[in-house]
Each structure stands twice: as structure tokens, then as C-alpha cells.
């Protein structure tokens, strides 16, 4: 179960598109996140045997910075130059490459049991590439939880991560932590003497302030490639894989290969994490110049949770599994519009305040929900150890539950 989302459809339920979004209408417009994990710019794949598929999701480190101070706060008000800037700053960028077994099914068949034939499953090897920022002297790196993680063609954490250096050292990166909500993934490697980007104030952008990004654009044949733009907009709310997130946007030019890498002020400070890019296919018209960055007040927060504990504190999480309940379904049951609890997680804070199998939520805090989507979009605007007011149908009867909601304990 997606602990964040605290929600399972069950395989007949619609699925996102996978690392876009994508509106049925004459104009098709998607977000697409921008790192070159993305399928389309996998290389050198090899066969690998079907036994050396090894997926977790789990953290691989147990290592976590003690009292480290993580963000080299602003110390230059002074603007400088678009040369300055990227001499400051490029010391600070650096590449990550990740390694990936997909299994997939060729086009082969083979002898099964039961009904003879059946699609072969086959694994390769693939490696998706972005851009990574270094965030202290002694190697922990911030990134896209999307760089090191795939969800698009079900290969989970990547294999192995290597950081390639300014200066061409590469080194082999441990995760530290992430969270694929945020898109956000911190890594450490064995290193010292590194420089530290310096973070600056995101609250303070204006519209129309000039700002660089540095990165990667499809791999590292074009690496520490630099583009400008302006900040074309502020507290976008935009939602990439049915993730709510509030952004930056920028006419800055951001491509594949660039997920992870800073968006900079022109103090040479980091304002944003670059994450995602709007695209739009339509006869010969195409969308250029709309650019997404997780602003740096909101990356600092995220990265200090997962340096300190692994995982981002504070997620709610209700502990149920569920479907919607559509006006068809409704119809055709005699069933309220809402949605039906499939199943309640043992100790869970569902379970806790009477929840069951059964129910169906139909409000939170007096709002009406008809949808998981909109069951979350209420959750989410309260934090773990907050009560929020259920509503919910059971035996045609209407009745209310006081939940005080759990803490995602980590990235599932």
C-alpha cells in the first residue's frame, strides 16, 4: 500500500499514465518529470538471468548524519554575473547515474504449467542518468527521488548509484533516504573536502527574477550544460503521478537528464530543485519554456528529515484500503457515492477509531469526498498526530469517527 496515499484500488481501477499526465481532449497536454531514469534514455542494456532480480524499497543505509548542518545558509547579497554564477555553482553540480534490473516479457513463449503457453519473462540491465547537488564537505548530495527510484516500469530502487564529480572522480553513492511524494532522494558519498552549494530563500522570489539551472540533458555527453530563464510563476500547484505538489515555474530550459539539478538566484544561491518539464504533443505545435523546481525552504525541510531519520516526518496516514464508489457503481449497487474501506491495516489509526471493512467515507471535516483522490486531498492538509472528522455509511446508517492520524514511518 502507497503509505502516503494510505490508498490500494484494486486492478480494475484506472491507472496513471506512467511519469506523465495526460488530459483526453484536442490539445494534449502532460507533465512529465525530467530525469533521464526516464525509459527513453536508458542505455546499455544487457540480459541479465531472471534469479538476479533483486528489488527493495527499503533504505539502503542505516547511516544517518548526526546534528549535521546540511545547508550552507545564504551569505552573498551581493548579485553577481551569469559568469560568476556558474563558476560559483559548478564545483557544487554533479551527475548520478543509476543502475536498474526491468523484467519485462519478450515476444517469445514458453511451456507453462496450467495453460501451455505463456508470455517469457526476460530482465536487462538499465541505466537512467540527472543531476545531483552537493549539499556538504563531506559528500551527502540531494537529487529527485525519481532518479534513483523508478516507478514507471516497476524497478523500484536502482541496483547501484555513482556520482560523477566536476573534476571527472566518480564515486559509488549509499541512499540516505527518500521520499517519492517530495521527489526527493539525499545520497552520500565517501568524499571530504567537496563545496556545498549555498541555499537561498525561496519565499523571497519575485516573478520575472532571472534564474540559471545547471545539469545534465540527456546523459553526460552534455553535462554541466547551462540555461537561463526567468521565474515565470509561484506556488504552482500541479499535480505529476497523482502527487500534489507546489512548485516554481520557470521558462528556464529543463530536459531529461536535468531531474535533480539546481534552479540558482542571481546571488549563485539555489532556489529549487528542477523535477519536471510541461510537454504537449499536438500536429506540429508543441509547448516549450514550462519548467517545474521544488523551491529550497521546502528541500531543506525534506532533506534535513531524511538525513536525521531516513523518511519525511509528519505524513498523515489513515491505515485503509479502498475503491470509489462512482455514480455507476452507485446506481447499479444502490451503494452511497463515496469510498468503500476494501480493508483496515492491523493497529492502524482506522482500525483504532472503529473503522471497518465495509464503510463508506463520504466526508472529512464536514467536506464532502466522493473520490481516494479527493479522500487524500483532505488527509493532506493535516499532519500525523491531528484529528480530523470521518464521515462515513454503514448498514445505510450514517455515523462519525474522531481519527487521530498516523505518521508514515517510511517510503513505501
Known amino acids: 500500500m502507497n503509505e502516503y496515499n494510505n490508498i490500494n484500488l484494486d486492478n480494475n481501477s ?55 548542518s546540511f545547508i550552507r545558509n545564504a551569505e552573498n547579497s551581493d ?91 566518480s564515486y559509488d553513492a549509499e541512499v540516505i533516504g527518500y521520499d517519492t511524494d517530495c521527489d526527493l532522494a539525499v545520497l552520500k558519498i565517501d568524499a571530504s573536502g567537496l563545496t556545498p552549494a549555498e541555499f537561498g ?22 553535462r554541466n550544460t547551462v540555461t537561463s530563464g526567468i521565474v515565470s510563476g509561484l506556488n504552482r500547484n500541479i499535480t505529476i503521478n497523482d502527487k500534489a505538489m507546489n512548485l516554481i515555474q520557470t521558462d528556464t530550459a529543463i530536459n531529461s537528464g536535468n531531474s535533480g539539478g539546481p534552479l540558482i538566484n542571481k546571488k549563485g544561491q539555489v532556489i529549487g530543485i528542477n523535477s519536471s518539464k510541461m510537454s ?30 531516513g523518511y519525511v516526518t509528519g505524513k498523515p496516514q489513515l491505515g485503509i484500503s479502498c475503491q470509489d464508489v462512482t455514480e455507476n457503481i452507485s446506481r ?3 451503494m452511497p457515492v463515496g469510498i468503500y474501506i476494501t480493508g483496515v491495516s492491523e493497529n492502524s489509526a482506522a482500525e483504532k477509531a472503529g473503522l471497518q471493512s465495509g464503510d463508506i ?23 500525523a498526530g491531528e484529528t480530523v472528522e470521518v464521515t462515513y455509511i454503514r448498514g445505510g446508517r450514517e455515523k462519525t469517527a474522531e481519527i487521530t492520524l498516523d505518521e508514515v514511518k517510511k517510503d513505501k
Do not use: C, W
Not at 526516464?38 to 531472471?50: D, F, G, M, N, T
Not at 563531506?138 to 556520482?163: F, M, P, Q, W
Not at 529550497?296 to 538525513?307: A, Y
Not at 467515507?361 to 499532519?383: C, F, M, P, R, Y
Open 332 to 334: 447499479m449497487y444502490n
Open 280 to 309: 504537449s504533443d499536438y500536429g506540429s505545435a508543441s509547448i516549450e519554456g514550462i519548467g517545474f523546481a521544488i523551491p529550497s525552504n521546502e528541500t531543506s525541510r525534506i532533506i534535513g528529515d531524511l538525513m536525521e531519520y
Open 14 to 68: 484506472p491507472k496513471p499514465e506512467k511519469h506523465t499526465l495526460r488530459k483526453v481532449s484536442a490539445f494534449v497536454m502532460a507533465m512529465m518529470l525530467v530525469s533521464g531514469g526516464s525509459i527513453a534514455v536508458y542505455r546499455e542494456l544487457a540480459e541479465k538471468p531472471v534469479s538476479a532480480i533483486a528489488e527493495s524499497v527499503e533504505t539502503k543505509s542505516s547511516v544517518y548524519a548526526d546534528n549535521v
Open 201 to 222: 530563500d525561496s519565499d523571497s522570489l519575485m516573478l520575472g527574477e532571472s534564474v540559471i539551472a545547471i545539469g545534465n540533458p540527456l546523459g553526460f555527453d552534455l
Open 361 to 383: 467515507i463520504t466526508a472529512v471535516d464536514g467536506v464532502e469526498v466522493a473520490t481516494a483522490d479527493e479522500l487524500n486531498t483532505q488527509k493532506n492538509t493535516h499532519t
Open 79 to 169: 548579485i553577481l554575473s551569469t559568469e560568476e554564477i556558474v563558476q560559483k555553482m559548478l564545483p557544487s553540480v554533479v551527475g548520478v547515474e543509476s543502475q536498474f534490473t526491468v523484467t519485462s516479457n519478450d515476444n517469445g513463449y514458453y511451456y507453462g504449467f496450467g495453460n501451455g503457453f505463456g508470455n517469457m519473462p526476460s530482465t536487462s540491465s538499465a541505466t537512467g542518468t540527472g543531476t545531483g547537488v552537493v549539499i556538504t564537505e563531506d559528500g551527502y548530495i540531494v537529487t529527485n527521488a525519481h532518479v534513483i527510484y523508478d516507478s514507471e516500469y516497476g524497478a523500484g530502487l536502482a541496483d547501484s548509484i555513482k556520482v560523477l564529480m566536476s573534476d571527472d572522480n
